[in-house]
């Protein structure tokens, strides 16, 4: 059985996720870097012996990418990959991957929030709460919001 030296994988910009958000645990063997931010300089220092880049926010482009041919990989801790040269991660045949399940609970939530919201006229009942509104008119009131969403035909 032939012996693998564990990947190197190094993680560019790990200040840009929040600590509350616990990263995976990686299934196999590999080495981890992590740096809390990286200056556009020291991007190829950094990822010069990396089989594996993460990155949230740090630019790859196409004279990065020649400079690190042992580079197979950029994981990208995000949705969209706008930060990172495609067509010279094609000529230079390094993967490109996003975060798998990236926010699968909080855009649908975010989402119904967003219709009671819109149902409900929150910003506006909010807007005139602020202005002073609630206090000054005597038939302004919230009555029965809750129970009212829960029997609303969306």
Same mark, same amino acid.
């Given at each position: 059985?032939?012996?693998?030296?564990?990947?190197?994988? !190094?993680?560019?910009?790990?200040?840009?996720?929040?600590?509350?958000?616990?990263?995976?645990?990686?299934?196999?063997?590999?080495?981890?870097?992590?740096?809390?931010?990286?200056?556009?300089?020291?991007?190829?220092?950094?990822?010069?012996?990396?089989?594996?880049?993460?990155?949230?926010?740090?630019?790859?482009?196409?004279?990065?990418?020649?400079?690190?041919?042992?580079?197979?990989?950029?994981?990208?801790?995000?949705?969209?990959?706008?930060?990172?040269?495609?067509?010279?991660?094609?000529?230079?045949?390094?993967?490109?991957?996003?975060?798998?399940?990236?926010?699968?609970?909080?855009?649908?939530?975010?989402?119904?929030?967003?219709?009671?919201?819109?149902?409900?006229?929150?910003?506006?009942?909010?807007?005139?709460?602020?202005?002073?509104?609630?206090?000054?008119?005597?038939?302004?009131?919230?009555?029965?919001?809750?129970?009212? !969403?829960?029997?609303?035909?969306?």
């Amino acid at each position: 059985m032939a012996h693998h030296s564990p990947i190197k994988v !190094v993680f560019l910009d790990r200040e840009t996720i929040p600590d509350h958000i616990t990263l995976p645990t990686l299934r196999y063997p590999h080495h981890w870097q992590s740096y809390p931010a990286t200056a556009p300089d020291d991007v190829i220092e950094r990822l010069q012996q990396a089989d594996v880049a993460v990155i949230n926010k740090v630019v790859i482009n196409d004279t990065i990418l020649a400079a690190l041919p042992k580079l197979k990989l950029i994981a990208v801790a995000a949705t969209g990959v706008n930060n990172v040269d495609l067509d010279a991660c094609r000529a230079n045949r390094v993967q490109v991957c996003n975060v798998q399940g990236y926010a699968t609970q909080s855009v649908p939530e975010h989402v119904m929030a967003l219709i009671f919201a819109l149902k409900r006229q929150l910003v506006g009942y909010h807007t005139d709460v602020r202005r002073g509104e609630w206090q000054n008119v005597a038939s302004f009131a919230f009555s029965l919001i809750l129970l009212a !969403v829960s029997q609303a035909a969306l």
